[in-house]
C-alpha cells in the first residue's frame, strides 16, 4: 500500500502522522464549537457534526456526530464503520467532486482543544508483554523464577479503573498513598517516590456482547474499533506495598493517560503481524487464525521542566505475547459481559535490547542503573515537573499512520490528609 | 427507636421486611408500567414516577423518578436525599392527610417485576473480613501466614466488573475457564468445578468525587447513598491458577448478585456500630471519626433443584474489620475519582464460629469437609440447579429494617469453544 492523496494538502506529506490512509476519529472543541466527533486529516480536522447537518454523511437516522464521544459510532456496528471509512475516503480524495462543500467543514488543528475520544465503559489492562513481564520478574523473584507459571497459557489481566482515564495533555499529580520500605516496621502515608510510566497500546472495544456470551479469537478482532497509546501511570511503591494478594489497586487508579485520536483497524490493517512462536501450545480457544498483531514503532520520551524532549526507549507493538483480540476472548471467556467503550490496556511493551524498554523500573533496573539525561541530571523514577510523552506509528511505503502525542506532565502531590 | 405506623396495613407488622422506617429504593416494572424508580412499603411498592408526575413530590426541576436507575436522585446530593426521605414519612405516615391521593400510586409487590435499582458505575471488591481472610489464608498459605502483612493496615480491595452486577432472581451460567489441577502439566479449558458464593454487603457512592480529590472518612460516610445484600460469585479453581501476580479476573467476571432495594444510610442510623479494635493502630487517614459500620444479621441458604430452603450459615456485617467509609477513603486516597453508582463490595462476611461462614470455600474447609443437606444430598461447591440466597435484616425494637433477598440459581456451562 502507498499513499492516498488527499486535496487536503497537508496530508499528503510523507511525515504526517495523519494522511488519507488514517482517518483516525477524535472529539474537540473551539472557542465557537462545543465538544464533537472529528476526523483527524492532515493539520486539518473535519468537522462530523457539520458534515452530519450538511447531509454530506448519514450513518444512521438519529445524529451521531453532535455529541463528545464515537461510542454511538461504535454501537451502530461494523458494516457501518466501513461505510464511515469509505464515506471519509470518498469525500476526501483527491479527485472528490464534493471538495467545495466539504473544505468549509475542516478546522485547523492549531485552533482546537482536543477531548477524550469515548466514554471509557470499563478499562481492563494486560500484562502481555513478555520481555517486561521477565525483566520485572528477575527484579522482584530472581531469573528461575521471572514468568508465572500461568504466564504462557493465559493472556493475564485485571481490572483498572475507568473514571480516570484521561487523554494526553492532561496535568496528573503525583499520588499519595500507604508505602512501606523494606526494612521499616510500619507503613506510612505520602507522596509516591517511585513513579513510573508503562508504555501500551489500547484496544478500544466497538461492539457488545450479552452476559454470558463468549466469542472466538476471529470474532474478537472485528470487535475492535480501533486503537490508541495508552500510558499507565504506576506508583511503584504503593503497588509494592498493596498488591498482595488481590493485584494493584491504588497504584494504578489516580490515572491512564490516552492519546487522543483513534486509529481505526481499518488503518492498521496493512501492517498485521503474528504474535511470536509458541514455548507452550495455547488453548484452543486462544489460538489466532492469522495474524492479529501490528507492526507500529513506539517510543518514550521524556521533557523535563523548562528542559527538552529526550528519547528514553524505542520498541514496537509486534513485541507482545498475546494480540488485543485474544485478550478480548479471553475477557469474555468466563460469560463476562463487553460493551462499547471497553478500552484494553496491552500491558507494557519493551523490546529485547536495553533501550526497548517501555518503563523507568525497566529502564534504570529498578533504580539500580538510573538514566542520565543531556542535562546532566539522573531519573531512576519520573521527577516533579517532567512531562512523559509516548508517540507511535506504522511506516507504509511513503507515508505513515501516526497516533498523535500520548503525553502528560507530573505535578506536585497534593496534601492529605 | 420504634416502629413507625403507617397507612400502609402491611407496612405495620413487626415482622416486614419494608416498614415505614426503612423506605428503599428499587426500580419496577408491571405489565402496563416501564421500568421506573418505586419505594418499597410493606407488601406495596410507590410508583415514584407517578407521584412526580401527579406533583405530590418535587425533588429537581427536571423529573428524576421516571427512569429506570436512581443515579439521577443520588446526584441531587445528600440535602436531596433528606428532603426525599422526610416527604416519604410525611406521605406514608398513618396520619398523612395525603393518603387519598398517594394511595392510587401504590402497585402490589406481588405484580412486579424487579430490576437493577442503580446504573453501576464501576464495582470495587474489597477483602475486609477478618475471620475470612484468616479462614481462607490458612487453607492456602498455613495458619502463620493467613494474614498478608498489609491487611491491618490497608482496606485491600481489587476493581471488578461492572458490566455484570445483576439484580437478584437473574440465573447465572456456570463459567467456562482455564483450570489447572495441582497435580497436572498443563492447564484445560472448561466448566469450573468449584463454583462458590461470597455473602458480603455492597455499599452504593451516591456523590463525586473530581480526579485528584480526596475525602476524609466522615466526608465518605457521607457520601454512601445506601446499601445492598451482594453476592460476589467466585470461580475457585479458575482464581487458583490465575490470579498471581495481578489478582482475581475471570474467576469473579462472570457475574455478582445484588438485592433489589437500596437500604439507605438514613435507614440503618440506628444501627450503628463500631469496628472491632485494632491490633495496629490505622494510619490517620483512616481512622474512623465514629461507629461507621451497622448491626445487620445476614444468612446464606441454599435451595437446591426441587428441594426445600435450607440455612447454611448465619452471621453479622459487624464482623467486618473495615467499614465502607474507610473503603471508600482508601479508595479516593491516590486521587482516584468517584462517580454516583460506584458500588463498594464490602468483602467476604464471616463470624467466628464454624456455622458464621459466608462461602462454601470456608464451610466445607475447601471441600475437605462436605456440607451435609437435609435431603441426604452433600455440597462442597455449588451444584447446578441450586439457588443460592443471601438475607439480611437490621431488628429494632418491634420493627426490623430489610434487604429482601439476593438470589440467583446456577444453570448448566453453556459449551464453548
Redesign the interface.
Known amino acids: 500500500m502507498t499513499l492516498m492523496t488527499s486535496w487536503v494538502e497537508s496530508a499528503n506529506s510523507a511525515d504526517t502522522d495523519f494522511p488519507l490512509n488514517n482517518l483516525p476519529y477524535g472529539v474537540f472543541s473551539t472557542n465557537a464549537l462545543e465538544p464533537r466527533c472529528g476526523v483527524a486529516i492532515g493539520d486539518q480536522i473535519l468537522d462530523m457534526a457539520a458534515l452530519e447537518e450538511a447531509g454530506l454523511i448519514e450513518l444512521s437516522e438519529e445524529p451521531v456526530f453532535d455529541v463528545p464521544y464515537w461510542n454511538d459510532v461504535m454501537e451502530l456496528g461494523v458494516d457501518a464503520w466501513e461505510a464511515l471509512r469509505a464515506r471519509l475516503i470518498e469525500l476526501l480524495s483527491a479527485d472528490a467532486p464534493e471538495q467545495a462543500s466539504v473544505a468549509p467543514h475542516l478546522v485547523p488543528m492549531a485552533d482546537v482543544l482536543l477531548h477524550m475520544p469515548m466514554v471509557v465503559?470499563?478499562y481492563t489492562d494486560f500484562?502481555a508483554g513478555k520481555h517486561h513481564a521477565t525483566n520485572v520478574g528477575t527484579m522482584f523473584r530472581g531469573a528461575e523464577n521471572a514468568l508465572?507459571p500461568?504466564w504462557l497459557?493465559?493472556p493475564?489481566?485485571?481490572?483498572?479503573?475507568?473514571?480516570?482515564v484521561?487523554v494526553s495533555g492532561t496535568d496528573i499529580?503525583r499520588?499519595?498513598?500507604?508505602l512501606?520500605a523494606p526494612d521499616a516496621d510500619?507503613?506510612?502515608?505520602g507522596p509516591c517516590k517511585r513513579l513510573d510510566i508503562e508504555l501500551e497500546m489500547g484496544a478500544i472495544v466497538g461492539t457488545s456482547t450479552d452476559?454470558?456470551q463468549?466469542v472466538?479469537v476471529a470474532e474478537a478482532d472485528e470487535m475492535i474499533f480501533g486503537y490508541v497509546l495508552l500510558n499507565d501511570w504506576s506508583?511503584r511503591d504503593?503497588q509494592a506495598?498493596?498488591?498482595?494478594?488481590?493485584?494493584?489497586?491504588?497504584?494504578k487508579?489516580?490515572?491512564t493517560s490516552i492519546s487522543p485520536w483513534i486509529v481505526t483497524r481499518a488503518a492498521l490493517e496493512p501492517f498485521r503481524t503474528s504474535t511470536p512462536e509458541r514455548e507452550?501450545e495455547l488453548?484452543?480457544?486462544l489460538q489466532e487464525p492469522g495474524p492479529m498483531l501490528y507492526n507500529i514503532d513506539l517510543s518514550v520520551i521524556i521533557e523535563p521542566e523548562g528542559g527538552k524532549q529526550e528519547v528514553l526507549a524505542r520498541t514496537n507493538y509486534n513485541q507482545m505475547y498475546y494480540s488485543a483480540a485474544q485478550q478480548l476472548t479471553?475477557?469474555a471467556?468466563?460469560?463476562?459481559?463487553?460493551?462499547a467503550g471497553d478500552l484494553l490496556g496491552s500491558g507494557t511493551i519493551s523490546g529485547p535490547g536495553k533501550s526497548e524498554r517501555g518503563s523507568l523500573l525497566e529502564l534504570s533496573w529498578g533504580g539500580k542503573e538510573p538514566i542520565t539525561l543531556a542535562d546532566g541530571s539522573t531519573r531512576s523514577f519520573i521527577e516533579d515537573g517532567d512531562n512523559m510523552i509516548l508517540t507511535g506509528h506504522a511506516q507504509g511505503e511513503g507515508f505513515r499512520i501516526g497516533f498523535g502525542a500520548c503525553e502528560g506532565r507530573i505535578l506536585p502531590a497534593?496534601r492529605?490528609?
Not at 175 to 178: A, T
Not at 333 to 339: I, L, P, Y
Open positions: 465503559s470499563e500484562y508465572p500461568n497459557h493465559i493475564i489481566g485485571y481490572n483498572g479503573r475507568a473514571s480516570t484521561v499529580h499520588p499519595n498513598g500507604q512501606k510500619t507503613p506510612s502515608f452476559m454470558g463468549t472466538s506508583a504503593i506495598w498493596e498488591y498482595q494478594p488481590l493485584g494493584p489497586f491504588q497504584a487508579a489516580f490515572a507452550k488453548l484452543p480457544y479471553h475477557h471467556s468466563s460469560g463476562c459481559a463487553m460493551n497534593k492529605f490528609p
